[in-house]
């Protein structure tokens, strides 16, 4: 093995599919071959790797021959359909979809966090969304040292989590928009430049989204404790590119602002920017490229004897999917 | 008086003021006269009253003399400077700046919510922040039935409340990045364009945001309960038109989504959208135009016992400013 693994990236022309490319060269991940696979629609596409162009095949169990570590990213019906038979052909999976992410049996992994969770795995290792990534890096080093009660957050998720279709629409929305024309809706089910929508995948009876169900699940589940409770408001906003959050906690007892500061500061994978007098704090396009989550704004929350209220921001394509991802893989291939 | 009044408008060719001039007319709001003042540097534009084309003069004392209702929307400097003058004159003034907001002595006045203050006024009554209306109108209903304790809320706040400098900024950085030109911030701190900015207004040594504080303190004033704990974290967002909020409530006995529902479709100025799971709930740019606050997504907070979960969105020029500001008058007029 020394001379490094077979890879797969299924759904590789997709917003994370290219991220994990990238990122596996540039973190030098020890690749021996790769295999760039997509949907029949993207056949014939191609994507630079180490300097070679490669060709994108279409997916098929006769393509994924031999993969060693296999990154999914291409949708839930496809993990759901491929992962259990690469599995049962003893490859390694490392599924960037929701599909897993629920699933007692399947590790969901923040490397900072619980790369404990990592080696207990039956082949599959679920990637969490990218909307908890970020916020379980900021919330773990506290809860370490003041277990936390209580999250409320409200996101400002990025387009680009949905995918390229969606970076399009928000991009031909505001062209329209500028150009005097009706805007068209088909990724999402209004309108989304210069608007926010309260909706971030369907509705449980609950009246809560599945992405705000699986904020509060994959939290508790990431952070082991099932006591945290979690609500969580997603909102989709006009940006292509990083999610942001406005946080509020409630730690069993008191920790001030500066001693979370003192906290953060520490952690792995967290950037403390908080310095708001001289516009200081982080920021979804200043956060675009980095490796870590970023938070900011860190107060005493005002309406509560132990609350801290913060705002964290975070690439969500980079550490909230396709870093993370080869995180994973990298303590994978070291354990 | 049978005859209407002579009103001026301060700021007249402002995103607020040229949507006080408008909604005057729509409401068939009794003027006699109406002067139109601004900046300087806003001197030979004109604006339509009742089809007459009207020139917008330049604001001094002068030019309001014989004033009986006066809107000023023109910055608090200029209420700081002119207002007390007005007054003194004997002409009433409704504030829209937030030079008197704290002010004890000043009513704070959302008609639906606390009309009962506008008899107590000595010349000036203001109108709160277009943020905190919003909340007020959907919140003020519940407090009724079940006293609400804590409130927090995350905003999703639209340029236009900065005023048209704002707009023209985020269009323009806009159409920079689609041309491949770096985007110029001039009003804003940073690139609004693709972007969320956790910081409105300037930042007070708790680390909160005046605006952040004001959205408190303007809640307790007017639902006149100092008891209300409130935190806010208010964040600029690529948006046009209409301010929208992710609020969770805390009551003193537990109130059902269906309950609260129930109270917030007789409540006045505001309207319930609230049926996600046909993509139904209250959206920015569907606010616009409308004279209500509106709210949905309307649920049990799952992580707090006696908890509400909530999303609103209003027009913040129209009830969120203007609007407001002629109810007022028209409660003045007829009280």
Not at 182 to 200: D, G, S
Not at 213 to 226: N, P
Not at 275 to 283: E, M, S
């Amino acid at each position: 093995m020394a001379a490094g693994y077979k890879v797969a990236v299924v759904g590789a022309t997709g917003a994370v599919g290219t991220e994990i490319v990238k990122i596996l060269e540039e973190r030098n991940f020890p690749v021996r071959e790769i295999i760039l696979l997509a949907s029949q629609r993207a056949h014939g596409s191609g994507l630079e790797f180490r300097g070679d162009s490669l060709a994108v095949r279409t997916l098929d169990m006769e393509a994924l021959r031999g993969a060693e570590i296999c990154f999914f990213s291409a949708g839930s019906k496809i993990s759901q359909e491929f992962v259990p038979r690469v599995v049962q052909k003893g490859g390694m999976v490392i599924d960037n979809t929701s599909c897993f992410r629920m699933d007692e049996d399947v590790p969901l992994v923040v490397p900072e966090v619980n790369a404990d969770q990592i080696t207990s795995h039956k082949g599959v290792i679920a990637n969490p969304g990218g909307a908890t990534i970020q916020m379980v890096l900021v919330l773990h080093p506290i809860h370490k040292v003041a277990r936390i009660r209580r999250v409320i957050v409200s996101t400002y998720q990025a387009v680009s989590a949905t995918g390229q279709p969606a970076i399009q629409e928000l991009s031909e929305q505001v062209k329209d928009l500028f150009n005097f024309h009706e805007p068209q809706a088909r990724i999402y089910p209004h309108q989304i430049a210069f608007n926010c929508i309260p909706q971030i995948d369907t509705f449980l009876d609950n009246g809560y989204s599945r992405e705000e169900m699986q904020i509060a699940q994959e939290t508790k589940r990431i952070m082991g404790d099932k006591l945290i409770k979690v609500s969580a408001t997603c909102v989709r906003v006009p940006v292509f590119y990083g999610h942001s959050e406005a946080v509020n906690i409630e730690t069993s007892r008191k920790l001030t602002a500066a001693e979370a500061r003192t906290i953060l500061e520490a952690a792995p994978g967290v950037i403390v920017e908080d310095d708001p007098v001289h516009n200081t704090y982080p920021l979804a396009i200043s956060s675009v490229g980095r490796d870590e989550s970023c938070v900011g704004r860190i107060r005493d929350d005002l309406s509560v004897a132990n609350g801290l209220a913060m705002w964290i921001a975070c690439d969500n394509l980079r550490k909230g999917a396709a870093l993370n991802a080869v995180q994973i893989a990298e303590h994978l291939i070291s354990s």
